[in-house]
């Protein structure tokens, strides 16, 4: 069982910049985010495998930046450029898969989530 905690999260304007972390407490092999804005699907947002390899949708490419510690069990996303579209609530979530994914239902693990709200 890995438990996640993630943090960072709170109020930017848009083209703004926000930081968000989560805390693993074992390791895993991906790691990801995802998101869900009121009355939409859960999405992923970037993912980081094994592998090193990344993954990102598309809406955010070129503006966030996923990136994981081992050593210090935890992952990062750097948050530039905002949206008021990238308003919503953010989960870290964790799997035992080798290579990164953007679909939900490969994570095992997931954290109880961090808004993030972004203003026009």
């Known amino acids: 069982q890995v438990q996640l905690v993630e943090s960072g999260g709170g109020s930017e304007q848009a083209g703004g910049s926000l930081r968000l972390a989560c805390a693993a407490s074992?390791?895993?092999?991906?790691m990801a985010w995802f998101r869900q804005a009121p009355g939409k699907e859960r999405e992923g947002v970037a993912a980081i495998g094994g592998d090193k390899g990344v993954r990102y949708t598309d809406s955010v490419k070129g503006r966030f930046t996923i990136s994981k510690d081992n050593r210090k069990k935890t992952l990062w996303l750097q948050m530039d450029s905002l949206k008021p579209e990238d308003t919503a609530i953010y989960y870290c979530a964790a799997s035992g898969r080798w290579f990164a994914s953007l679909l939900p239902g490969d994570y095992a693990y997931w954290g109880q989530g961090t808004q993030v709200t972004v203003s026009s």
């Open positions: 074992g390791l895993t092999s991906t």
